[in-house]
């Protein structure tokens, strides 16, 4: 039964079409749903909407219904559309008429735009805290390996020396650029839709800066109508921001895959870390790092299709909206996964020593040759020039001192300054206000 449906029976092929996969990703919302209803009904008490006693009887039993739906015990019917009718119908069966009053004020428009809210928040936090400890512990191999030089490449052709410190404080800081964004994503789904309706907002009195504290929300979505554009909006601005996380993931791999490959061997990871060949017995395949590139890399196109699903829809509710779902959520469970495998990985990963005395790698330090006639007063194109003609004959003999002093250079990495960007902008979330909002509802 739909809480829609009237006297007509929806037919089989249209209502499997519909629903789709629907129930089964409504799961991941259901705890969410029982938290918007339980701040829905105490402000439908507080405008005289329910009484009193019907309230606490509602409370208790949503409450009941989350802890099931912790406990794994949670199930969507096959006859029931989706979360939102599933707890209606159970908080029905087991009070009565007060649980059909909980659907007073709101339609399943802002319930399910409440609910994806509440989810996104949860999701972000995850992925925020996943992100610092990957930060944490590039910033730890950053300082532990500071000294050990690594050549740079430009055009993929040797160029300068660098360092592991560089090479780990690069992606640190990469990752404080990616939960900037990770920020502004955040505000936008930190906005309370709930009270909005189907888009066009209630003739009941209804208390929507009551249900933003309850919930904790920062604020309101105060337009009715926009509240409702919000939805497939606040889901690309999320994938723009999950996009970023991983582009840093994805070329760090793509570095990974390189510096492991026996033609540079940089790095390398335990042998139960890799994977082999069922043929070339001496295969130590970095399969986890490409896996992590490619997953990485359709995360990054996420966005893109989120729009195309959104593009010029108009104003209102519009059922193309209901598939978002199926692409964004299994991509948030993907960048977790892949932040947690990142961290894994490196936590067990080896640096080679003494990399640059490879005669190879002498050209590296042509630069640092031309940078010290230039520091004795040589014009600079002129010691370029002198420098260029020793490569061609030959004669070059290589400065294998480095001494880079300036800010974020090779001898002074920044990371302190670094880690101290991160600290500030992981300061603004302020997960703590949230998750206090949400025990205090569930008290």
């Given at each position: 039964m739909k809480i829609w449906q009237k006297n007509v029976s929806v037919n089989k092929n249209i209502d499997t079409f519909t629903v789709g996969?629907?129930?089964?990703?409504?799961?991941?919302?259901?705890?969410?749903?029982?938290?918007?209803?339980?701040?829905?009904?105490?402000?439908?008490?507080?405008?005289?909407?329910?009484?009193?006693?019907?309230?606490?009887?509602?409370?208790?039993?949503?409450?009941?219904?989350?802890?099931?739906?912790?406990?794994?015990?949670?199930?969507?019917?096959?006859?029931?559309?989706?979360?939102?009718?599933?707890?209606?119908?159970?908080?029905?069966?087991?009070?009565?008429?007060?649980?059909?009053?909980?659907?007073?004020?709101?339609?399943?428009?802002?319930?399910?735009?409440?609910?994806?809210?509440?989810?996104?928040?949860?999701?972000?936090?995850?992925?925020?805290?996943?992100?610092?400890?990957?930060?944490?512990?590039?910033?730890?191999?950053?300082?532990?390996?500071?000294?050990?030089?690594?050549?740079?490449?430009?055009?993929?052709?040797?160029?300068?020396?660098?360092?592991?410190?560089?090479?780990?404080?690069?992606?640190?800081?990469?990752?404080?650029?990616?939960?900037?964004m990770m920020l502004a994503a955040w505000k936008v789904c930190n906005k309370n839709p709930l009270g909005s309706a189907a888009g066009y907002g209630s003739s009941f009195p209804l208390n929507r800066t009551m249900t933003t504290e309850l919930l904790g929300f920062e604020t309101l979505n105060y337009n009715v109508v926009y509240a409702q554009m919000g939805r497939g909006k606040t889901e690309r601005i999320l994938a723009q921001a999950m996009s970023s996380i991983a582009a840093t993931l994805a070329k760090m791999a793509m570095d990974v895959t390189l510096f492991i490959n026996q033609n540079f061997g940089f790095i390398s990871f335990p042998d139960e870390l890799t994977t082999g060949s069922s043929i070339m017995p001496h295969k130590k395949n970095p399969d986890v790092f490409e896996l992590i590139r490619s997953r990485c890399n359709k995360i990054q196109a996420l966005p893109n299709e989120i729009a195309m699903m959104i593009t010029n829809l108009p104003s209102g509710y519009h059922r193309d909206l209901q598939l978002l779902k199926e692409t964004l959520f299994p991509s948030i469970i993907s960048l977790n996964e892949c932040l947690e495998m990142t961290t894994y990985m490196l936590q067990n990963i080896s640096i080679k020593d003494d990399i640059l005395k490879d005669p190879k790698y002498a050209y590296l330090f042509s630069v640092e040759v031309v940078n010290n006639l230039a520091l004795d007063g040589v014009p600079f194109r002129e010691a370029y020039k002198i420098v260029g003609e020793s490569i061609e004959k030959g004669t070059f003999v290589p400065d294998t001192k480095v001494n880079h002093t300036h800010e974020g250079s090779i001898g002074n990495l920044c990371n302190q300054e670094i880690t101290g960007m991160m600290n500030g902008v992981l300061q603004q979330f302020n997960f703590e206000k949230i998750n206090t909002a949400i025990k205090n509802l569930l008290a």
């Open positions: 996969r629907d129930r089964e990703l409504d799961l991941q919302m259901a705890a969410f749903d029982v938290l918007g209803s339980l701040a829905h009904v105490e402000m439908l008490e507080s405008i005289g909407l329910l009484t009193a006693a019907e309230l606490a009887e509602i409370q208790k039993e949503l409450k009941h219904i989350y802890v099931d739906i912790e406990a794994g015990n949670f199930v969507i019917e096959d006859a029931v559309e989706d979360v939102h009718s599933q707890v209606e119908w159970l908080l029905t069966q087991r009070i009565g008429e007060a649980g059909k009053k909980i659907h007073s004020g709101r339609s399943r428009n802002d319930q399910v735009l409440v609910d994806l809210k509440l989810f996104f928040r949860y999701r972000i936090e995850e992925m925020v805290k996943n992100t610092e400890v990957l930060f944490n512990e590039l910033i730890s191999l950053s300082n532990s390996h500071a000294h050990q030089l690594l050549p740079g490449y430009t055009h993929l052709q040797i160029a300068m020396p660098s360092s592991f410190g560089l090479w780990f404080g690069a992606y640190a800081e990469s990752l404080v650029d990616d939960l900037e």
